[in-house]
RNA sequence: GCCGGAGUGGCGGAAUGGCAGACGCGUCGGACUUAAAAUCCGAUGGAUUCAAAACCCGUGAGAGUUCGAGUCUCUCCUCCGGCACCA
């Protein structure tokens, strides 16, 4: 017959049209039905437009939302831009472009990309970060923050390139510490800066992780990152001055006998008025010189150890004896106490800097569990130490020396200090700048718009700064899913009763890379608002999931500068939405790794050519009765399908649909209509497009409703199991042949023995030895266990 | 070094402890075509064999548990991701 061809760039933009303002895809506020949150982060809408990688994560969580509206189920499917941010802010920098405007053609970028793939998003939550209407609320929540002192001001050292005289961002410093644009070495400089207490939330970080459906490597990246560890501080007395204390962390109190040094860090409160006089010089050089050094090299395991002598020494609490102290800067001034009790017998870094600078080693013998309780219980009656609880995890720096980010709602006061803004006044907007370089002494570039800066004290009227500083772009995305809920409205950041309906999220779908900034960030968030009454759960996200890495074709991770990044417009171009979402799909399971391949994509294309072709074929032959084998098959898909999908298993579900296809052409001239609906409905969550074409177009249904509202097809349990099963033989559990049998005779173990033994096969197998035990699985498989006679 | 994850055909991958390699790609052969592309049909883990049947070997390496191991246990190797002088 003549085929009408399938062109699927002119079925895709029809159907987009159509879809523009489609409203199955709302959800519904209080709806009677149960509800599904399903959520991916939201992209920073960059000027290199859509990622295949964003494809991918998209596309897996709008199957299992439209698999979960056919299901019956009010599905919040949620869209949004978090905008702030870095790219921006350095255009800007470059070009003199507002950063608004080109977010904002951005947006519609991204919007028109997003539309062209048939995500089913809901489109009227639309949230925008540095959208003023919703800005307000990151602020107003900043300021409960403040209000319960858990946002703090602090002296803490940024990157700072000396040169450009600009603080940097880590990823604006290379590997080898130095400014990625002007390639000057890059410093520490120290500023005041906004930090958020979320150390406060350690505890619960860890602990709620049992409450929540997060993979485990999930759960053990946040756990090693939080990196709580028991241990007990232990305070040293300076011998030459006893009111000076050095006070060290260590989580082997029990070694405390063989400690032969001390090693504070080079920023450690004592380590410039302690030397004596005959080392103070070389101590100072010692500091500056690491001082330096990056984190990078100065953590480098390959490094040689190095430290200097104080002069001084400090007297062990233990036996009372004289432990010289050092300074060294393997030891972090911000973790622990920023001292060390030097045991070279038991731990490497200390013998290997004994080992450099000559110092004694001494081992202790009653070491252990048991030995540790007894020291600390020694030390607390002396009250030399106690145990105590560190964690890796440090608070949050909450300000950066940036145009592009929310303002920090603060006035600061010359009477009274540190003031928060009256929550009336939010949102505090951005002002207009003419230039977006941040000034020379570090401060954001919002500090040379004095109209903007200056402004009546809330409390006294005396004339006083705004917080110059705005928020990192991890502030917005903290709490989108909260909006999404309650998109418009003006009085709350969201109404309880949404939040109580949607939260928490059922599904959410992100990148490994999030798993320890922003996915921990927004859980600290929400447990804080949780405290406050303000959420009704104590975790914002029931389950959590991270997708995979789809690499260049080249078997590298896609970048510019390796030129192997695909563009998925570039695809749908050639192939189309449909097949690009597919072919995505049918890769790989939901996590793994893999090179693009232009050849499998193909092999998806000609599927959904054949699934078009076929359709015309069994519109045209018209036959009321679907032939028994392909009813069985189609049953079998639709089970499968469905469970694939609720396991994230989509790339087995496509391959069952392939599956179908094979059968279902090898009996083209005997399918119904009818059925044949069944398999276009299940395949309409993936291919959304060429599905919908199908059933309106093709006459499919005489209905001329969307395919996307319908009802989930119902699998027939009697139509699942094929008539007659191959059984498989085996002799001391090898594979040596099969019968075939009906489905009832393969659950009766006589029948199947007896079956068997007429094999031919199976008595050449079965002659000379002794059938010492039969293994049989009902309708699995039959085994003979056998000796030689 | 530590913490995760993974090693299966030429490639991406599939397989509740039960017929290893589904599905797709690629390759080979054939049909159609003047020809090519596209499409369709068939074959496709390896060894052995003129060929077929049959048999043998095969899931990183080695052991173990089991009637039976890609799957479970132990030891080791390799790769990927994250963290790392964290006391």
């Known amino acids: 017959m003549n085929y009408l061809p399938y062109k699927p760039l002119e079925i895709e933009q029809k159907w987009q049209q159509k879809w523009k303002d489609n409203i199955f895809s709302?959800?519904?506020?209080?709806?009677?039905?149960?509800?599904?949150?399903?959520?991916?982060?939201?992209?920073?809408?960059?000027?290199?437009?859509?990622?295949?990688?964003?494809?991918?994560?998209?596309?897996?969580?709008?199957?299992?939302?439209?698999?979960?509206?056919?299901?019956?189920?009010?599905?919040?499917?949620p869209i949004g831009w978090d905008a702030f941010g870095l790219p921006a802010e350095n255009y800007a920098i470059k070009t003199g472009i507002h950063p608004r405007i080109s977010t904002q053609e951005n947006i519609g970028n991204f919007t028109n990309q997003l539309q062209r793939l048939g995500f089913s998003f809901d489109w009227s939550r639309e949230v925008n970060t540095t959208d003023p209407d919703y800005y307000k609320w990151t602020q107003w929540i900043f300021l409960q923050f403040y209000k319960k002192g858990l946002a703090y001001q602090d002296e803490i050292p940024i990157n700072w390139c000396p040169f450009c005289k600009t603080g940097l961002a880590d990823e604006e410093v290379t590997s080898d510490n130095r400014h990625e644009r002007c390639g000057n070495i890059v410093s520490k400089k120290k500023l005041r800066q906004w930090m958020l207490k979320i150390t406060a939330y350690a505890d619960r970080l860890i602990d709620d992780l049992s409450t929540v459906d997060y993979s485990d490597d999930i759960k053990n990246?946040?756990?090693?990152?939080?990196?709580?560890?028991?241990?007990?501080?232990?305070?040293?007395?300076?011998?030459s001055n006893p009111a000076d204390v050095i006070e060290v962390f260590t989580t082997r109190a029990d070694t405390l006998p063989g400690v032969t040094f001390l090693v504070i860090a080079p920023e450690h409160p004592l380590a410039l008025s302690l030397p004596t006089k005959e080392y103070i010089d070389a101590v100072k050089d010692y500091i500056d010189d690491s001082l330096d050094l990056s984190d990078i090299e100065r953590t480098d395991v390959s490094k040689k150890k190095t430290g200097v002598f104080t002069g001084r020494y400090v007297v062990s609490p233990?036996?009372?004896?004289?432990?010289?102290?050092?300074?060294?800067?393997?030891?972090?001034?911000?973790?622990?106490?920023?001292?060390?009790?030097?045991?070279?017998?038991?731990?490497?870094?200390?013998?290997?800097?004994?080992?450099?600078?000559?110092?004694?080693?001494?081992?202790?013998?009653?070491?252990?569990?048991?030995?540790?309780?007894?020291?600390?219980?020694?030390?607390?009656?002396?009250?030399?130490?106690?145990?105590?609880?560190?964690?890796?995890?440090?608070?949050?720096?909450?300000?950066?020396?940036r145009y592009w980010g929310e303002p920090i709602p603060i006035v600061h006061c010359?009477?009274?200090?540190?003031?928060?803004?009256?929550?009336?006044?939010?949102?505090?907007?951005?002002?207009?700048?003419?230039?977006?370089?941040?000034?020379?002494?570090?401060?954001?570039?919002?500090?040379?718009?004095?109209?903007?800066?200056?402004?009546?004290?809330?409390?006294?009227?005396?004339?006083?700064?705004?917080?110059?500083?705005?928020?990192?772009?991890?502030?917005?995305?903290?709490?989108?899913?909260?909006?999404?809920?309650?998109?418009?409205?003006?009085?709350e950041f969201a109404n309880f009763d949404k939040l109580s309906y949607f939260l928490p999220v059922d599904l959410y779908i992100g990148g490994a890379e999030h798993t320890t900034l922003h996915l921990l960030y927004s859980r600290f968030w929400h447990k804080f608002l949780f405290d406050l009454h303000l959420v009704p759960t104590p975790e914002p996200y029931a389950k959590r999931r991270n997708r995979g890495l789809i690499l260049g074709p080249d078997g590298r991770k896609m970048s510019k500068s390796f030129g192997n990044v695909i563009n998925p417009?570039?695809?749908?171009?050639?192939?189309?939405?449909?097949?690009?979402?597919?072919?995505?799909?049918?890769?790989?399971?939901?996590?793994?790794?893999?090179?693009?391949?232009?050849?499998?994509?193909?092999?998806?294309?000609?599927?959904?050519?054949?699934?078009?072709?076929?359709?015309?074929?069994?519109?045209?032959?018209?036959?009321?009765?679907?032939?028994?084998?392909?009813?069985?098959?189609?049953?079998?898909?639709?089970?499968?399908?469905?469970?694939?999908i609720g396991a994230l298993k989509f790339n087995t579900a496509v391959a069952a649909m392939m599956e179908f296809l094979n059968v279902a052409e090898q009996h083209k001239?005997?399918?119904?209509?009818?059925?044949?609906?069944?398999?276009?409905?299940?395949?309409?969550?993936?291919?959304?497009?060429?599905?919908?074409?199908?059933?309106?177009?093709?006459?499919?249904?005489?209905?001329?409703?969307?395919?996307?509202?319908l009802e989930w097809p119902k699998y027939d349990d009697s139509c699942i199991n094929e008539d007659h099963v191959e059984i498989p033989v085996q002799i001391n559990g090898k594979m040596r042949s099969t019968i075939i049998v009906s489905q009832e005779e393969s659950m009766r173990e006589d029948i199947v023995v007896s079956r068997a033994n007429e094999s031919e096969a199976i008595q050449r197998f079965l002659s000379g030895t002794n059938v010492k035990k039969v293994i049989f699985v009902p309708g699995r498989l039959i085994n003979f266990v056998v000796t030689l006679e």
């Not at 991916?40 to 494809?55: N, R």
């Not at 002396?382 to 560190?390: A, D, I, L, M, Q």
Request: with cysteine; charged share 25%.
């Open 569 to 644: 417009l570039d695809v749908i171009e050639q192939v189309g939405a449909d097949t690009l979402r597919l072919y995505e799909l049918f890769m790989g399971p939901f996590n793994g790794t893999f090179p693009w391949n232009y050849d499998s994509v193909r092999g998806v294309y000609r599927f959904l050519e054949r699934v078009w072709k076929l359709t015309q074929d069994i519109v045209d032959s018209s036959v009321d009765q679907t032939e028994r084998s392909v009813i069985i098959k189609l049953h079998q898909t639709i089970k499968k399908v469905g469970e694939d």
């Open 414 to 491: 010359p009477k009274c200090g540190v003031v928060p803004v009256p929550e009336e006044q939010l949102p505090i907007k951005l002002p207009e700048v003419d230039t977006y370089q941040p000034t020379d002494d570090g401060l954001s570039p919002l500090a040379s718009i004095r109209e903007w800066v200056e402004v009546p004290c809330p409390q006294c009227q005396t004339m006083a700064e705004r917080e110059t500083n705005t928020m990192p772009n991890w502030a917005g995305s903290s709490w989108y899913y909260l909006r999404y809920a309650d998109s418009q409205n003006t009085n």
């Open 669 to 709: 001239k005997s399918i119904s209509i009818l059925d044949w609906s069944l398999f276009i409905r299940i395949l309409a969550p993936f291919a959304p497009f060429i599905s919908e074409e199908i059933w309106q177009v093709m006459h499919l249904s005489d209905s001329v409703g969307t395919i996307h509202i």
């Open 26 to 77: 709302h959800a519904v506020d209080f709806s009677d039905k149960e509800k599904k949150y399903i959520l991916i982060e939201f992209p920073y809408p960059s000027g290199a437009g859509l990622h295949v990688g964003h494809v991918w994560g998209y596309t897996m969580a709008d199957v299992i939302s439209r698999f979960y509206r056919m299901n019956g189920k009010n599905v919040l499917f």
């Open 221 to 239: 990246q946040q756990i090693n990152w939080i990196g709580k560890s028991e241990g007990a501080y232990i305070r040293f007395g300076v011998q």
């Open 318 to 401: 233990y036996d009372g004896s004289l432990v010289p102290v050092w300074v060294a800067d393997y030891v972090l001034g911000n973790y622990g106490t920023g001292a060390v009790m030097g045991v070279p017998a038991h731990d490497d870094r200390d013998r290997v800097f004994a080992e450099t600078y000559e110092l004694p080693i001494v081992e202790v013998k009653d070491i252990g569990f048991d030995a540790i309780t007894k020291m600390i219980e020694y030390l607390s009656e002396k009250g030399c130490g106690e145990s105590t609880v560190v964690y890796k995890l440090r608070d949050w720096v909450f300000s950066r020396q």
